[in-house]
Nanobody, 128 residues
Framework: QVQLVESGGGLAQVGGSLTLSCAASGRAYSAFPMAWFRQAAGKEREFVAGFSGVRSDSSFADSVKGRFGITRDTGKSTLDLRMSSLKPDDTAVYYC?????????????????????WGQGTQVTVSS
């Protein structure tokens, strides 16, 4: 079983920056697929950015390309999401997700249903 704990959310101004961190624990950390999702009020959970397993290829939602970055540190078992040039539309609860069942090397999983482990979420609010 994998436990995921997010941190780093909060209030930011338009154009500002925030970094979210996800700490994984509960099993030997290996390069399994991990991702960040977000869910705004009244909307479905959507993919933001993620890594594939093994090769750690990355992928980003079109809405955050060029503004968000993602890094993972296997030594510290962490997954960070660096957000910059924030917009009001980035306001949401951000969730860290991991997939530890079988996966295809190099494939970034984009659907929430493809991940079985989730953190509790951290709120990000961008104000103008």
């Amino acid at each position: 079983q994998v436990q995921l704990v997010e941190s780093g959310g909060g209030l930011a101004q338009v154009g500002g920056s925030l970094t979210l961190s996800c700490a994984a624990s509960g099993r030997a950390y290996s390069a399994f697929p991990m991702a960040w999702f977000r869910q705004a009020a009244g909307k479905e959970r959507e993919f933001v950015a993620g890594f594939s397993g093994v090769r750690s290829d990355s992928s980003f939602a079109d809405s955050v390309k060029g503004r968000f970055g993602i890094t993972r540190d296997t030594g510290k078992s962490t997954l960070d999401l660096r957000m910059s040039s924030l917009k009001p539309d980035d306001t949401a609860v951000y969730y860290c997700a991991a997939r530890t069942t079988s996966y295809i090397s190099g494939r970034v999983y984009l659907s929430a249903g493809e991940y079985e482990h989730w953190g509790q979420g951290t709120q990000v609010t961008v104000s103008s």
